[in-house]
């Protein structure tokens, strides 16, 4: 399947790096659907879901034990906030992207979100339209991978 996207302000890159603004090429798994419940609830998908709620965080922050793990909030390190205002994490996969092992600095919170409405570049995740991405979740399940790729 093939859809419209937008990627990292640093584009596609092959040897990602903390804050480098890049979407690592490769083939990665999705890991688990977060969504929110209170956005429209969890979309049809064979992935793993859990809902969000606002002590979820992800830690972004190579120097910490939880670099590239979930953490709940308030939390000292560096993190992500899951519940944001704006809907770009209402529904939300973690990639398998440095997450076995995970290597200090080599990134974190390579997500596949929901786009702003005019596709402006990520800080490195893959973004589409809600609408896509409920139709691409509907067709996902443990199995399924996302390409990033130069064409």
Not at 31 to 42: S, T
Not at 119 to 131: D, F, Q, R, W
Request: hydrophobic share 35%.
């Amino acid at each position: 399947m093939s859809l419209k996207c937008t990627l990292g302000k640093g584009g596609p890159v092959p040897d990602k790096q903390e804050g480098d603004g890049g979407t690592p090429l490769g083939d990665w798994p999705l890991r688990k659907l977060h969504y929110r419940a209170d956005r429209g609830g969890a979309p049809l998908t064979g992935l793993p879901s859990l809902a969000i709620d606002r002590l979820d965080g992800w830690c972004d922050d190579p120097a910490d034990p939880a670099y590239n793990r979930p953490v709940r909030l308030p939390y000292p390190a560096s993190h992500e906030t899951m519940w944001r205002e704006d809907g770009l994490y209402d529904l939300v996969v973690e990639l398998g992207y440095n997450d076995d092992p995970v290597v200090p600095g080599k990134g974190s919170a390579i997500f596949l979100h929901i786009a702003r409405p005019d596709y402006a570049p990520t800080e490195g995740c893959v973004a589409l339209s809600e609408p896509d991405l409920r139709r691409l979740l509907a067709r996902c399940g443990p199995q399924t991978l996302l390409r990033v790729e130069l064409i």
